[in-house]
């Protein structure tokens, strides 16, 4: 099953762009009001989300379906037809020697492996017209390269399929396809492991005889699913909110406070105040606090967890806290020890969400050990900055399936505050894919 958010001022536009799309049957699973800033706007309009459910093939999707029945029993006819030619031959030839006789039978090796099929086609010929069809398929849901689809049929010719049972040249296909899926995830740099266990998944999970189509929908599902929902900062009540952003130097921390900050005093008004903790860059505070002056915000620069715990109490009437943390190296043990100080007499103080901030840019190894310098923290949400730098996303699930943290924003500029945005688990998933 299929499900496919669609946006509109109403229900009824929501529903009528999503009929469009994916045809009269669809399925509404569920409806929620959302707020959608438009490009190049500053405020966002109330809108209209619609979480539709299909199954229904497209037209696409049923013509590939058509094409390659036809190519099966065009086949069927081929054979018989020349069993039917065999057997009149030997009508004919009875008076013959024997073994003149004999080189016509079905089987031998003569007339039937030298000639083409009815419809023109020799057994390569069909596994490579079958390979097209499927590739066509994912090229049309998610853009693969040509690059990826040359690989695949390589590896298909390399087996005998011209003596090889129907049941294993499905096979063949089905493990063509699989090899399709796991090359794409590792050249969007998803981990090997990670994209292992994925396609591990589909050969235990799926039937041998589930088309290609339905292996495709399967993975792009599960990778959903194993992302999850995003956790976000939410409304706080009557309490104020602590909001505090840790993570390693140069990730793009500060701007993203910024960013946070901004949407939540332009956008819903509430109160906030700013503090920073990292007294080590001077540019870093200074930028801070040229951002407090805009939004016109308290703003203070704190040298202590004690200050920190002292200021709290004088915000405590405000909405959002947002502290800035100390950027550091995940080797540098003293800093590090700093700010897990920090963070967990925050916690003890209540209200308090946990961001581990980091770069989509980053090797995934720094990323682990940045990680795991941080699991003693324990809860905490991540964001991904810097997505506007790189084409390959594979980082976002690898530390989400190591950390296990949910994930929260990515940000995609220096523009603040509009460079930022919730994590889109469907639009990562596709780019994971191959597609655009």
Do not use: W
């Amino acid at each position: 099953m299929n499900i496919i958010p669609f946006i509109g001022k109403t229900r009824e536009a929501a529903e009528k762009e999503a009929k469009k799309q994916l045809g009269p049957d669809i399925t509404v699973i569920s409806s929620d009001i959302v707020h959608v800033r438009p490009k190049g706007k500053i405020f966002a309009r109330r809108m209209v989300r619609i979480n539709v459910a299909t199954e229904d093939e497209s037209d696409k999707e049923k013509k590939i379906r058509e094409g390659i029945a036809s190519i099966d029993r065009a086949r069927k006819r081929a054979e018989v037809s020349s069993v039917n030619a065999n057997a009149a031959k030997r009508a004919d030839a009875g008076t013959k020697q024997d073994d003149k006789a004999a080189g016509d039978v079905p089987g031998t090796g003569r007339g039937v492996s030298s000639e083409p099929s009815a419809g023109g086609h020799s057994s390569d010929t069909l596994m490579e017209e079958k390979l097209d069809h499927i590739e066509n398929l994912l090229q049309q849901k998610f853009g693969r390269d040509a690059s990826a689809k040359e690989d695949a049929q390589k590896d298909v010719r390399k087996t005998d399929t011209a003596a090889a049972p129907v049941e294993n040249e499905k096979n063949s296909e089905r493990e063509a396809f699989l090899k399709l899926l796991y090359k794409t995830l590792v050249d969007n740099e998803v981990n090997e492991t990670v994209a292992n266990q994925m396609v591990d998944e589909l050969e235990m999970d799926s039937a041998k005889e589930v088309k290609m189509e339905h292996i495709l929908s399967d993975i792009y599902q599960k990778i959903i699913l194993k992302f999850g929902r995003p956790e976000t900062i939410q409304p706080n009540g009557n309490e104020c909110r602590i909001i505090v952003l840790i993570g390693p130097t140069g990730v793009g921390k500060t701007t993203t406070l910024a960013k946070l900050a901004a949407n939540l005093k332009i956008k819903q008004k509430k109160n906030i105040a700013l503090f920073t903790t990292d007294t080590y860059r001077i540019k870093a505070a200074e930028q801070l606090r040229a951002y407090s002056q805009i939004l016109e915000t308290p703003f203070h620069v704190l040298y202590s967890t004690e200050e920190v715990l002292e200021n709290l109490e004088i915000y405590r009437d405000y909405d959002y806290v947002f502290i800035d943390t100390i950027g550091h190296s995940h080797r540098n043990e003293e800093l590090k020890k700093n700010n897990l100080e920090l963070v967990s007499a925050l916690k003890e103080v209540g209200n308090a969400e946990v961001y581990l901030v980091v770069s989509a840019t980053t090797k995934y190894r720094d990323l682990v050990e940045v990680a795991d310098a941080y699991k003693e923290i324990g809860d905490y949400r991540l964001i991904f900055t810097k997505l506007d730098e790189t084409d390959a996303l594979g980082n976002l699930l690898n530390l989400h399936m190591h950390t296990g943290a949910p994930m929260s924003y990515i940000t995609n500029g220096q523009n603040v505050p509009d460079d930022i945005d919730i994590f889109d688990a469907q639009e990562t998933v596709k780019k994971l894919l191959g597609g655009n």
